[in-house]
């Protein structure tokens, strides 16, 4: 239900901009508020099970997450929606760390537990890919139901889960750093809005917005010195290539997110296609995404990850480039397919030796902390990304309009419309390519990591299943 949230979403985004009336700027922030209320309480999100009980925080992550749902698809105003969507992000932050936390406590180490981890890891993929089929399909009825959906799948949950989920025992009750979580989160959203609203110009408020965001920011990581228990542990950056990794994990969550929704408007508002056809537009996409995963893990562990990143990082930078170049007159083959085929391959590629990275050499007992903090690294790279590349489509679009692109009417584009929105959101792609291209370049300069090193992260992680 969370990743499917994450994928049907994009696809509504146009629908919702006309029934609501939303700027661009808006409608960006009806993806980047869930997001960042996510990754901004994710790993304070994980401690609470351990404090107050894992059934009872994921009931109660489940519970906000459905309320939320009802509240945004019931939505008449951008604030109601908006106000839905972060406490739907804060459900989410809640219920999911707590998931896997009762997988280890629900199912006996060994094979069960592997069983219940590959369930897991299905359910991940299948949201990813019926939120194309499942999102494009109900936004054709109501962009509504694509939150409304959640309704009866989240009482479901509830109602199940207060039968079968066994009762967890309350770990010592340790203090927990709320401050350290709403600093990283305010930092984050005035860091988004600063970004976001360069696209018409930086007046002192977006100025403000973003030196206010960097000064709470420095805040945060001050903060995080002086706490018992803080949500972002300094030591796991201690690591030069470690710390590389991280920020490499942040720059591809960032071109994902803006990939998605910037080439999710395009072919919708430029091209022309329903939501239907366009979520089952991106399909390949996902398959394109498993080959490129299923590659760089038969050669991670033989070669330095270093290599296989940039060779990744490399492959997304040739897709954005095509994707550039794309206009009003664009058919699905080859012009679309080819860069999606490209993209989906070259973040599988890139994903991969990253994600093995984070854990490349360590403990058993540090994979739980070290994972959640990559999660965290990749979501919020998603809404930072996705306000620059917003601002800059809006930039371009304004520069071919003029005051013209105040008129547009979302709900029926004409001919100079449609050219100019295709050239803002197909121009933005290469902020996209600069960003892999940063990956690279970070990747062969500090990410040292030996394919030794692979090897006992993937036993380490292994063990800390096992438990």
Same mark, same amino acid.
């Given at each position: 239900?969370?990743?499917?949230?994450?994928?049907?979403?994009?696809?509504?985004?146009?629908?919702?901009?006309?029934?609501?009336?939303?700027?661009?700027?808006?409608?960006?922030?009806?993806?980047?508020?869930?997001?960042?209320?996510?990754?901004?309480?994710?790993?304070?999100?994980?401690?609470?099970?351990?404090?107050?009980? =894992?059934?009872? !925080? @994921?009931?109660?992550?489940?519970?906000?997450?459905?309320? $939320?749902? %009802? +509240?945004? &698809?019931? #939505? *008449?105003?951008?604030?109601?929606?908006?106000?839905?969507?972060?406490?739907?992000?804060?459900?989410?932050?809640?219920?999911?760390?707590?998931?896997?936390?009762?997988?280890?406590?629900?199912?006996?180490?060994?094979?069960?537990?592997?069983?219940?981890?590959?369930?897991?890891?299905?359910?991940?993929?299948?949201?990813?890919?019926?939120?194309?089929?499942?999102?494009?399909?109900?936004?054709?009825?109501?962009?509504?139901?694509?939150?409304?959906?959640?309704?009866?799948?989240?009482?479901?949950?509830?109602?199940?889960?207060?039968?079968?989920?066994? =009762?967890?025992? !309350? @770990?010592?009750?340790?203090?927990?750093?709320?401050?350290? $979580?709403? %600093? +990283?989160? &305010?930092? #984050? *959203?005035?860091?988004?809005?600063?970004?976001?609203?360069?696209?018409?110009?930086?007046?002192?408020?977006?100025?403000?917005?973003?030196?206010?965001?960097?000064?709470?920011?420095?805040?945060?990581?001050?903060?995080?010195?002086?706490?018992?228990?803080?949500?972002?542990?300094?030591?796991?950056?201690?690591?030069?290539?470690?710390?590389?990794?991280?920020?490499?994990?942040?720059?591809?969550?960032?071109?994902?997110?803006?990939?998605?929704?910037?080439?999710?408007?395009?072919?919708?508002?430029?091209?022309?296609?329903?939501?239907?056809?366009?979520?089952?537009?991106?399909?390949?996409?996902?398959?394109?995404?498993?080959?490129?995963?299923?590659?760089?893990?038969?050669?991670?562990?033989?070669?330095?990850?270093?290599?296989?990143?940039?060779?990744?990082?490399?492959?997304?930078?040739?897709?954005?480039?095509?994707?550039?170049?794309?206009?009003?007159?664009?058919?699905?083959?080859?012009?679309?397919?080819?860069?999606?085929?490209?993209?989906?391959?070259?973040?599988?590629?890139?994903?991969?030796?990253?994600?093995?990275?984070?854990?490349?050499?360590?403990?058993?007992?540090?994979?739980?902390?070290?994972?959640?903090?990559?999660?965290?690294?990749?979501?919020?790279?998603?809404?930072?990304?996705?306000?620059?590349?917003?601002?800059?489509?809006?930039?371009?679009?304004?520069?071919?309009?003029?005051?013209?692109?105040?008129?547009?009417?979302?709900?029926?584009?004409?001919?100079?419309?449609?050219?100019?929105?295709?050239?803002?959101?197909?121009?933005?792609?290469?902020?996209?390519?600069?960003?892999?291209?940063?990956?690279?370049?970070?990747?062969?300069?500090?990410?040292?990591?030996?394919?030794?090193?692979?090897?006992?992260?993937?036993?380490?992680?292994?063990?800390?299943?096992?438990?």
């Amino acid at each position: 239900m969370v990743v499917l949230d994450g994928t049907v979403v994009n696809l509504a985004l146009a629908r919702i901009q006309i029934e609501l009336g939303l700027t661009d700027n808006l409608r960006s922030w009806v993806v980047t508020s869930y997001a960042l209320a996510y990754g901004g309480l994710l790993l304070l999100g994980g401690r609470l099970g351990d404090t107050f009980g =894992r059934k009872r !925080v @994921f009931l109660t992550g489940v519970g906000l997450f459905t309320l $939320a749902s %009802l +509240a945004c &698809g019931l #939505s *008449t105003t951008p604030v109601i929606l908006l106000a839905a969507r972060v406490i739907q992000g804060i459900g989410a932050a809640i219920a999911s760390p707590t998931a896997m936390a009762l997988i280890v406590v629900t199912f006996a180490p060994g094979k069960a537990r592997n069983q219940a981890f590959s369930v897991f890891a299905m359910m991940t993929g299948l949201g990813s890919v019926l939120g194309l089929v499942a999102g494009g399909a109900l936004t054709e009825a109501s962009w509504r139901w694509i939150f409304l959906i959640n309704v009866p799948i989240g009482l479901l949950i509830l109602t199940v889960g207060v039968k079968v989920l066994a =009762r967890t025992p !309350v @770990f010592e009750r340790i203090r927990l750093d709320v401050r350290g $979580a709403i %600093l +990283a989160t &305010g930092a #984050s *959203t005035l860091l988004v809005f600063g970004l976001a609203e360069g696209g018409t110009g930086y007046s002192p408020i977006v100025v403000g917005a973003l030196i206010l965001g960097f000064g709470i920011l420095v805040a945060f990581f001050l903060s995080q010195r002086r706490v018992p228990n803080p949500v972002l542990p300094l030591h796991m950056f201690a690591e030069r290539s470690r710390a590389a990794v991280f920020i490499c994990l942040l720059l591809v969550g960032a071109l994902m997110m803006a990939m998605t929704v910037q080439v999710a408007l395009f072919v919708q508002e430029v091209v022309g296609y329903g939501p239907l056809r366009a979520g089952l537009a991106f399909i390949p996409f996902a398959f394109a995404l498993g080959a490129g995963s299923w590659i760089a893990g038969l050669v991670v562990e033989r070669t330095a990850p270093r290599f296989i990143i940039a060779t990744g990082g490399l492959i997304l930078v040739a897709g954005f480039v095509y994707g550039s170049t794309l206009g009003v007159d664009t058919t699905y083959f080859p012009d679309l397919l080819v860069p999606i085929l490209i993209i989906g391959f070259g973040i599988g590629v890139v994903l991969i030796p990253l994600t093995l990275s984070v854990v490349a050499g360590v403990k058993p007992m540090d994979v739980g902390p070290l994972t959640a903090t990559s999660l965290v690294s990749q979501t919020l790279g998603g809404p930072l990304g996705l306000a620059a590349v917003t601002a800059f489509a809006e930039y371009r679009a304004r520069s071919v309009l003029g005051s013209a692109f105040d008129r547009i009417d979302r709900a029926a584009l004409d001919d100079a419309s449609r050219a100019a929105l295709g050239t803002g959101y197909t121009s933005s792609l290469l902020i996209c390519a600069g960003l892999a291209i940063t990956v690279v370049v970070i990747s062969l300069v500090f990410v040292r990591f030996t394919p030794e090193q692979i090897r006992e992260g993937r036993e380490a992680e292994k063990a800390s299943t096992l438990g």
